[in-house]
């Protein structure tokens, strides 16, 4: 408004121009000189160049200042009630020495939007891109971030915005800003269970208290363990394939095919409203799922989970990890989740991941000796992992929270070494659907299984390395037919029994 108004302005609305349309090299040095706090000494004949590529619109531009002068800005106060009605955010960016409108005219702008926020540099003018370039570019990019803005798309350059970051401050803003447990493990007690076998598993007395250690008798269960994963995955596509295809012919009153989509599963919508209290988190997961399912696409979901701003991943693994008999907070409620990676599992095999991944952990030393009594046991013991657990490429992503927060007394801070060899669609790279590219990001489910094959401890990073290699058990399509059938015998053998007890009886 008028009040905010300087000097140069008041000369602009008498119809003198050359302070903001220089017609000279003198004009344009007094311009430059005039608009910005930082001295610029640019060579002569660059800024006659300049001035000559302006002069041949001076015309024109002459022609817009004035129209603005004389129509718009006497109907300013009907454009600022627009801009109160405004219901989006706003970033106001001010030079204090602006000499074109003074520095109140952010306050100004910041009482009249709704949703407004401002910055003023100190020692800045009115051209932000010369005096402040780093700053103004900090502010825009944070806002957009702060906003969920894409930041995997590319330039034209082929490079990513992270990529295009120089100064350490910006490159902060990309940052994930808590490392908590992403790519590092506090109570491993819950969220990996040990697998050990029988004749090994000498003390059982010790292991009470440590309810993540179990038991398998023979390698065959761990197999057992693998095929009917992968069967139930099978079926589970196949049905969900059939009744979407052909709901024309099976749809009934009684049975809704949307009913075990996973926007409408009753158990997965009794955790989302249990665990997403703020409402901005439960729409955006919302608008996720829904995006899911219009794509034909698991890329969403894992967005989702990926998304800090989505509060989703760690109320997810929380759930996971649980043995309670509490039905409001067992594991089985995320179980449709888990199952909407299976049903995308040949999506997923695009993505699979092959090599060597890492992730931290605080151990407390009776947990550790667990886990040397695996790697000793004969045959070697197997960890499987209950939750989604994120691992990097990158070994000191996985360290910098230990490297940050040493452990507690009886604790040791420990580096978790995955193996992969073979290809499998539970676990997958992830860097390119998640905000944060430049933590190289690899997903694996649920569910996978991992043999300890090293302990060692590492005297200068004062961490001890606990090497794994994923248990890959190669399942074929009649494995999985023979598994349905022998399943179904089960069923009928077992619902035969109860018929003849009950007739006995």
């Known amino acids: 408004n008028e009040q905010c108004e300087t000097d140069l302005i008041q000369q602009l609305r008498s119809g003198i ?13 007094a311009m430059i000189n005039m608009l910005t706090v930082k001295k610029i000494n640019l060579p002569r004949p660059f800024l006659n160049g300049f001035l000559h590529l302006r002069l041949r619109l001076l015309d024109e531009h002459k022609r817009v200042l004035s129209s603005l002068l004389e129509y718009d800005y006497p ?53 932000m891109a010369i005096d402040k370039p780093e700053q103004t570019a900090e502010n825009i990019v944070k806002l957009l971030l702060d906003r969920n803005c894409p930041c995997t798309q590319l330039n034209r350059f082929g490079r ?4 295009e970051a ?4 910006m490159k902060q803003l990309f940052t994930r800003p808590d490392l908590t447990c992403r790519f590092h493990e506090l109570d491993a007690a819950h969220a990996i269970a040990v697998y050990l076998p029988e004749e090994n598993d000498r003390d059982s007395a010790a292991h009470e208290t440590q309810h993540f250690v179990q038991v398998f008798q023979t390698e065959e269960e761990i197999f057992q363990y693998a095929l009917n994963q992968q069967t139930t995955a099978m079926w589970l596509k196949f049905y969900n394939w059939f009744t979407h295809t052909f709901r024309v012919f099976i749809e009934r009153e009684d049975f809704h095919i949307d009913q075990f989509d996973l926007m409408n599963h009753g158990d997965f919508q009794q955790f989302l409203k249990s665990n997403l209290s ?3 988190h439960y729409q955006f997961t919302i608008k996720l799922i829904n995006e899911a399912q219009r794509r034909n696409s698991i890329e969403p979901l894992i967005t989702l989970y990926t998304c800090e701003n989505a509060g989703f991943y760690r109320p997810l693994n929380q759930q996971l990890s649980r043995s309670t008999t509490d039905a409001a907070k067992s ?18 095999k695009q993505r699979a991941f092959t090599g060597t991944v890492y992730r931290g952990a605080t151990l407390p030393e009776a ?27 990158d070994p000191l992503v996985a360290l910098r929270y230990a490297t940050l927060n040493p452990p507690a007394a009886g604790h040791k801070n420990v580096l978790f070494v995955f193996e992969i060899q073979k290809i499998t669609p539970t676990i997958f790279g992830i860097e390119d659907i998640s905000r944060y590219i430049q933590e190289h990001e690899v997903l694996i489910l649920p569910g996978n299984l991992f043999i300890v094959t090293n302990i060692q401890e590492d005297p200068g990073l004062h961490v001890i390395t ?26 009928t053998l077992g619902n035969t029994t109860q018929l003849h007890n009950k007739n006995a009886n």
């Not at 594991?331 to 997923?348: M, T």
């Not at 667990?370 to 013991?381: H, K, R, T």
């Not at 606990?466 to 015998?489: E, M």
Request: charged residues 25%; contains cysteine; proline residues 5%.
């Open 331 to 348: 594991s089985h409620l995320c179980d449709r989740f888990i199952l909407e990676f299976f049903i995308y599992r040949h999506e997923l």
């Open 466 to 491: 606990i090497n794994l290699r994923h248990w890959h058990v190669p399942v074929s399509f009649w494995d999985r037919i023979k598994q349905t059938c022998h399943a179904g015998r089960k069923s």
């Open 278 to 280: 703020n409402p901005v």
């Open 160 to 163: 990513t915005a992270y990529e």
């Open 166 to 169: 120089r100064s350490p401050e």
């Open 17 to 29: 121009y050359s302070a903001l349309l220089p017609e000279t090299s003198e004009q344009l040095y």
């Open 75 to 127: 109907h300013l106060e009907e454009y600022y009630q627009k801009l109160r009605q405004m219901d989006k955010p706003a970033l106001i960016l001010w030079g204090r020495q602006d000499r074109v409108y003074t520095a109140e005219g952010a306050e100004y702008f910041v009482k009249l939007l709704p949703k407004a926020e401002k910055q003023v540099f100190e020692d800045c003018g009115h051209f």
């Open 367 to 393: 947990d550790l000796a667990v886990y040397e009594q695996a790697w000793l046991s004969n045959p070697s013991g197997a960890l499987g992992l209950k939750a989604f657990t994120s691992t990097s490429t």
